[in-house]
């Protein structure tokens, strides 16, 4: 130890603390040992320089413990009062987590100076205790101790966190009469503060008076508009960036992700992608994030999901991206594979996650997933989150137990008008129009003010109900409530007026309407023309519904099934010709089934099952009970030009009789069948499924592509309108 201390003494007072640093790190140097073993070394440090002792010990300070052995350091060897030690103390305690401590060291200084006041705010601003921030300046202020380029970007940042746009905007006009207006991080500070603020003009032009711009002040103002629902104006901003010749970093590529997500321009998205790859920051955490969502929003989950099985440890916000990206895009099974993994992982779902799962189990339709989905939420710390109870509310409403829907929302406490219209609407789909109505009774008693979903809900519920007169009273009120009418409710009026039979009031009613009438709107009419065989109607929506979105290969189908109806078969061929030229196939048509948690999937005429030879044969037992039993099909449902025999037969074959059929010789008797067509029920196979489920004593759900339906004693929930 000797030889060292003398080689201490050897140097040239002041020593940089880079040679002191590669001397100490000779010697097994830790605090502990350092100050009860080393008095003698100690001394030597400290007469040698004692600003590069402390700040060297500081440095390697790793607990409270050894701060405490410093400061007691800092009485014994009288530099209590140095403001230098005591500024990098300060520094030290904030990175330790020790801001407590620190503002204690801080309070027992003799009039601080600006650089010992920087050092609190800048602790509690660190931490995000954002009003312990302010007060310190304020206390700055009351010293009349001025502040420099240092103290304004972490009292803005305070400022910015608690919104406090009063404070703020006086902060900047400080930061002016003292000459910073010029300052790059002090410019940086205030565009970052207005951005937080939701003041993105205020902090364009901060932006614009800026003479040296930084890659963080463009990712600021790029970051502001992509946040605050203006990508295109974040877009054009970073064309700019990018033409001053501003390399990016990878916060600046996040912003720049989610707005081309928000755009959906999946090609410049992947434009950004390689240029993420060129500068090596494939692996950066928040940008895989942002370009696993970007890929999500685009459409494109195969590829997310191969970035996300390219992290090693993601985290939840990435199994969350992946996790919604599934759900979103019509990848049900996907996305409960991949909670179940996440489980299975260990890792620790959060609300968004839960709700995605929820979600996912919505679309799937199945009662005994959903069920289990419940199960899970009811061992979670997400009981009675009032997203999540509002997201399984929608999940047994879509999964065809409206009666369990019921139960979570009786069981929500503090319901939102969120909860109440997911009840609503859950009522809508299921057609029970004098429960919704009912429903939005008790809410207006609750006090709860309706919104634009609540009346889509009443709007559904009337319309699937035949409730014409109460629907229309519904839409009337939408003003008293300051609810502006939308493309949904308009499309629910027309639905509402066309499956009642006033074809010609729909009409006039979409004429009159004060916005541009939609896809929605027009395909409701031409829907009602088609029940109603109103052809020339039908043939003017459809008209409008090709100029509109002429890909769209359902509009020619409804067309020619409107042909078909009214037997004008060389309509009928004329679609088919036309839907050639465009390339577009009609859409197959298929049944699910749930059995035991499974969903069997079966199309017309579909013999690739196993138990095929069975289902055929319960078939044939179901025809012939039914004919004895004086049901007559209806071979006009058959929209092709056959004759009665064929008809027949073919609607013998559609895919929800097989999946019945399925159902009973693998169920138990009385047990509820539960059934998901992906296109609108025929009329004959809803007048045939009412007189089965009386014949078979049985309960069968469907759900088809615009509502469910309850068969049960040979009657239907919907009363035959639908």
């Not at 966190?161 to 009063?166: D, H, K, M, R, Y």
């Amino acid at each position: 130890m000797s030889s060292i201390a003398s080689q201490l003494r050897t140097f040239i007072f002041p020593t940089p603390l880079s040679v002191f640093g590669k001397l100490c790190s000779s010697l097994p140097v830790h605090l502990d040992h350092l100050f009860s073993s080393n008095t003698n070394l100690c001394s030597t440090f400290y007469t040698f320089d004692p600003e590069t002792y402390y700040t060297y010990l500081l440095e390697k300070s790793v607990s409270k413990n050894h701060l405490n052995q410093i400061h007691a350091k800092l009485f014994t060897n009288g530099v209590e009062n140095n403001g230098f030690i005591i500024a990098k103390f300060i520094h030290v305690c904030s990175n330790l987590k020790e801001i407590s401590y620190a503002h204690q060291v801080f309070d027992k200084f003799p009039d601080p100076y600006v650089f010992l006041w920087n050092a609190i705010i800048r602790g509690y601003s660190m931490h995000n205790m954002f009003a312990n921030a302010i007060e310190m300046y304020t206390r700055m202020q009351h010293a009349y101790v001025s502040p420099d380029s240092f103290t304004f970007p972490h009292v803005l940042k305070a400022c910015g966190g608690l919104v406090a746009i009063g404070i703020g905007t006086a902060v900047h006009a400080q930061s002016f009469r003292l000459g910073f207006e010029n300052d790059v991080f002090v410019q940086n500070g205030l565009v970052a503060f207005y951005v937080k603020c939701n003041k993105i003009c205020y902090a364009g032009n901060v932006f614009d008076g800026l003479q040296d711009r930084s890659v963080v002040s463009w990712t600021s103002i790029i970051s502001g508009h992509a946040q605050n629902g203006q990508p295109m104006e974040a877009l054009r901003i970073f064309s700019k960036m990018r033409a001053s010749n501003v390399k990016p970093d990878w916060i600046n590529l996040v912003s720049v992700l989610r707005a081309y997500s928000d755009v959906e321009d999946l090609e410049q998205g992947r434009s950004i992608h390689g240029l993420v790859i060129k500068v090596g920051l494939e692996f950066e955490p928040d940008l895989r994030i942002a370009l696993t969502a970007m890929y999500v929003k685009c459409g494109q989950v195969i590829v997310a999901k191969s970035l996300f099985d390219q992290m090693k440890i993601p985290n939840v916000i990435l199994w969350n991206a992946m996790l919604s990206g599934f759900a979103k895009n019509g990848y049900a099974d996907e996305a409960l594979e991949l909670f179940s993994e996440m489980i299975s992982k260990s890792i620790q779902p959060d609300a968004v996650s839960v709700q995605s799962a929820v979600l996912a189990s919505a679309q799937l339709g199945s009662l005994d997933r959903a069920r289990w989905m419940h199960d899970f939420v009811n061992n979670s710390e997400y009981k009675g989150d009032i997203f999540v109870s509002t997201a399984l509310i929608d999940m047994y409403a879509k999964c065809g137990s409206v009666e369990l829907a019921r139960q979570v929302f009786n069981s929500t406490v503090n319901k939102d008008v969120v909860v109440w219209s997911a009840m609503i609407v859950g009522y809508g789909l299921h057609g029970w129009g004098r429960e919704a109505i009912e429903l939005f009774g008790i809410m207006k008693q609750a006090g709860v003010r309706p919104n634009d979903v609540t009346f889509v809900g009443l709007l559904t519920a009337c319309n699937h109900s035949g409730l014409v007169e109460e629907g229309w009273k519904f839409f009337l009120c939408m003003k008293d409530y300051g609810v502006e009418p939308n493309d949904q409710h308009y499309s629910s009026v027309v639905d509402l007026l066309g499956r009642a039979g006033y074809i010609e009031k729909a009409y006039n009613f979409i004429v009159n309407m004060p916005i541009e009438p939609t896809v929605s709107v027009w395909g409701a009419l031409l829907s009602a023309c088609k029940i109603y065989r109103h052809v020339s109607i039908g043939e003017y929506a459809a008209e409008r519904l090709f100029s509109l979105d002429p890909l769209n290969t359902g509009h020619y189908v409804q067309l020619s099934n409107l042909y078909a109806s009214a037997c004008i078969w060389a309509g009928v061929a004329k679609v088919r010709v036309l839907m050639r030229e465009k390339g577009l196939s009609k859409d197959v048509g298929y049944t699910m089934i749930e059995i035991d948690g499974k969903l069997q999937a079966f199309r017309m005429g579909d013999k690739s099952h196993p138990r095929s030879k069975e289902i055929y044969n319960e078939l044939e037992r179901l025809e012939k009970r039914l004919l004895e039993s004086g049901f007559v099909p209806d071979t006009e449902s058959s929209l092709h030009d056959l004759d009665k025999e064929d008809k027949e037969v073919t609607l013998c074959n559609h895919s929800e009789r097989l999946a019945i059929a399925y159902g009973l010789i693998s169920t138990p008797p009385g047990i509820t069948l539960r059934i998901t067509k992906n296109l609108r029920a025929c009329a004959n196979c809803h007048l045939a499924t009412k007189l089965i489920s009386k014949l078979v004593n049985r309960k069968i759900v469907v759900r088809d592509a615009k509502r469910f339906h309850h068969f049960k004693n040979g009657i239907c929930s919907c009363g035959d309108y639908w």
